[in-house]
T-cell receptor, first 113, second 116 residues
Framework: DAGITQSPRHKVTETGTPVTLRCHQT?????MYWYRQDPGHGLRLIHY???????DKGEVSDGYSVSRSKTEDFLLTLESATSSQTSVYFC????????????FGPGTRLTVL | AQSVTQLDSQVPVFEEAPVELRCNYS??????LFWYVQYPNQGLQLLLK??????LVKGINGFEAEFNKSQTSFHLRKPSVHISDTAEYFC??????????????FGAGTRLAVHP
């Protein structure tokens, strides 16, 4: 998985609680992304980062925030989890100097009860 | 706006038979096209990519895809599948924005089930 880890790999939480997912890369890629995967929708972009402290919204960003304080770490936070945020979350990385493809982490399965 | 349509949500096939997974895209600009594979409980792995040049692209595990600009298609093929090819396959289109941001739009996925 191109040196990408995600933690935790599985999490069950209750509606209204805050949740933070972590993505860590050892590839020194400039761009990092958070996607969610839901049946019938493929992968949809939540947020992305183009550098330390530089982030922007994707197509399904409502209810999510992100932070990137170091090149290697990209955090996704659900401030107050809802059942509609039950999903599998994937982190990805890319670097325009090394090609146009994105490389994906192993995913985090989040269940909000 | 860019979009990707994978025409089959599920494709059942017998082992050693050929398979084609269909992908159509819409875009008003030059595109870059990808196929990813996802095995159960794993992340996405790049199968192959089309950036420019030859329209027939070869990837890993014996897969290949053909870029057809006039039909806006990028179908994935394999002449003889194995049980181990059972997985979900995603087609994606990319547009590179200034600054290097690479936006990927995914299709909904095609589940390939290979039966003995």
């Amino acid at each position: 998985d191109a040196g990408i880890t995600q933690s935790p790999r599985h999490k069950v939480t209750e509606t209204g609680t805050p949740v933070t997912l972590r993505c860590h890369q050892t590839e020194n890629h400039r761009y990092m992304y958070w996607y969610r995967q839901d049946p019938g929708h493929g992968l949809r972009l939540i947020h992305y980062s183009y550098g330390v402290k530089d982030t922007d919204k994707g197509e399904v960003s409502d209810g999510y925030s992100v932070s990137r304080s170091k090149t290697e770490d990209f955090l996704l936070t659900l401030e107050s989890a809802t059942s509609s945020q039950t999903s599998v979350y994937f982190c990805a990385i890319s670097d325009p100097d090394r090609g146009r493809e994105q490389f994906f982490g192993p995913g985090t399965r989040l269940t909000v009860l | 706006a860019q979009s990707v349509t994978q025409l089959d949500s599920q494709v059942p096939v017998f082992e050693e038979a050929p398979v084609e997974l269909r992908c159509n895209y819409s875009s008003s600009v030059s595109v870059y096209l990808f196929w990813y594979v996802q095995y159960p409980n794993q992340g996405l792995q790049l199968l192959l990519k089309y950036l420019s040049g030859s329209t027939l692209v070869k990837g890993i595990n014996g897969f290949e895809a053909e870029f057809n600009k006039s039909q806006t298609s990028f179908h994935l093929r394999k002449p003889s599948v194995h049980i181990s090819d059972t997985a979900e396959y995603f087609c994606a289109v990319s547009h590179m924005f200034s600054g290097g941001y690479n936006k990927l739009i995914f299709g909904a996925g095609t589940r390939l089930a290979v039966h003995p």
